[in-house]
């Protein structure tokens, strides 16, 4: 390799992770979600590097993105860091976890759960913005000890929305496992945690979301640490990734602004379905159990990925509709 | 310390972070590039990243890059030290920002809070101290 086509190299990287914070953004899902599967596909990174990449990579979109939120005052930090107790614990048996495989060359799990992770991230993601407010919810014990009330200002609705956090344990639960699947696969996970704060805890949407993205950096700094020492980070990729996810993700937050069409995600979750259900074929080819040639799994992949996302957009639609009649 | 002033501290430092981070790492790569390689590795050899689906191969990961040599590294204007560099300052970019709220949650003397942030504060620390040593990561 001459130092021209290591640099061709280098940029290549960057554009990998300039899309997959491009993508990442504008599904919502995060950019180290997209980047793992487009390094190791795409650019036959090892599945190692490309988590130590991702988890890098998904610091600097975090604290790149939650830097305006917390300005605005939407995140709630206080939630936030109190939910990280449970993220950070979970963040270090998932990093610990990951090691155990890695040194077992058990790769192929690491494959399969990214690819179902991916898929059943799907479908809450392009659920998102159904219930932008839950119902204000009686305060229970937890909305008291742990302060959970607060009030943040919508934009788009023009007044100041109030909220009562609940259920705080059932957050905490949750977000131990979205913390062992961000030290494990080497992401944010930040889809889990929209979920925990959504459906457990009924915080609304626009709290969630920003909070969400204020705490992936915390979880992903205490996993980058283990990876570091345990090797698996390559700097020279590392820092192609972080560049190129960091730019990716501030130009899509400033599209999603600006896009009036919402179908077109549709076409974004297709990709996304493409490389879960592409994952998941890998895992399973390298663990011998469904062994499938590259130019198969493409086709499989594509066909799955239609099937599978026209199924959700119907549903979803569905569901749109009776939410109009109510 | 008002809640104003905390919000836009926690805002300022999560940029700050960044595009120092950003920095540093364009300088290291800069440097690997203009240098012809670092630390007597080839461009060749940092850029190589193995294949396969294990480690396979020759490649120059983090953990031949320790902390202590940093500032060695810096110093020397070693590109790989200033890709680690920029890597741990985005690694405690974060974890500042647990501090800063700890210290707004002692200003307002709510306890619980400053317990919760000690808590996480010492995950932090315990992935990046403790378990390298104990579990021979």
């Given at each position: 390799m001459t130092p021209l086509i290591a640099l061709f190299n280098f940029l290549l990287i960057v554009v990998g992770g300039f899309s997959a914070g491009l993508l990442g953004s504008l599904t919502g899902l995060g950019g180290g979600t997209v980047l793992v599967p487009l390094l190791t596909i795409f650019y036959g990174i090892p599945i190692i590097y490309a988590t130590g990449a991702s988890l890098i990579s998904t610091i600097a979109t975090s604290a790149g993105s939650a830097s305006a939120y917390v300005k605005e005052r939407i995140s709630n930090v206080k939630i936030g860091i109190g939910l990280e107790v449970a993220t950070t614990v979970g963040a270090i048996i998932g990093s610990l976890l990951a090691v155990y495989v890695y040194d077992h060359r058990l790769q192929w799990i690491i494959y399969v759960l990214f690819g179902a992770v991916l898929l059943f991230s799907l479908y809450p993601t392009a659920q998102k913005g159904r219930h932008e407010i839950p119902p204000l919810k009686k305060p229970d014990w937890t909305t008291r000890l742990f302060q959970m009330t607060g009030v943040y200002y919508d934009a788009r609705l023009k007044k100041d929305v109030h909220y009562n956090g609940v259920k705080w344990w059932a957050g905490e639960i949750v977000m131990l496992f979205a913390g062992i699947i961000s030290g494990l696969?080497?992401?944010?996970?930040g889809a889990m945690k929209v979920l925990g704060m959504d459906w457990a805890m009924n915080l609304p949407m626009k709290v969630t979301t920003t909070t969400s993205n204020f705490m992936v950096g915390i979880t992903a700094a205490t996993g980058s640490s283990i990876y570091w020492y345990a090797g698996y980070i390559q700097v020279f990729v590392a820092a192609a990734t972080a560049i190129g996810v960091l730019a990716g993700s501030f130009i899509g937050t400033k599209i999603l602004v600006r896009m009036s069409n919402k179908n077109i995600r549709w076409l974004f979750f297709a990709v996304l379905s493409f490389l879960g259900v592409e994952m998941l074929l890998k895992g399973l080819a390298s663990n011998g159990s469904f062994v499938t040639s590259g130019t198969d799994r493409l086709a499989i992949s594509a066909l799955t990925s239609v099937i599978l996302i026209s199924c959700l957009f119907l549903v979803i639609r569905k569901q749109e509709a009776e939410d109009v009649q109510v | 310390m008002s809640k104003y002033e905390f919000n836009d501290i926690l805002s300022t430092v999560l940029r700050l972070g960044v595009v120092v981070s950003i920095i540093l790492l364009a300088t290291g790569v800069t440097l690997i590039f203009v240098m012809h390689g670092a630390d007597g590795y080839s461009i060749d050899q940092i850029a190589s990243y193995g294949s396969g689906s294990g480690i396979s191969g020759f490649s120059i990961n983090s953990s031949s890059l320790p902390l202590t040599g940093i500032l060695n590294g810096v110093v020397h204007l070693n590109g790989l030290y200033f890709i680690s560099l920029g890597l741990w300052v985005l690694i405690f970019t974060p974890i500042s920002i647990v501090l800063i709220a700890l210290a707004e949650f002692a200003y307002l003397k709510n306890r619980l809070y400053v317990v919760l942030s000690v808590i996480v504060l010492f995950d932090l620390f315990f992935a990046m101290l403790v378990v390298p040593v104990f579990f021979h990561v």
């Open positions: 696969l080497g992401i944010g996970s | -």
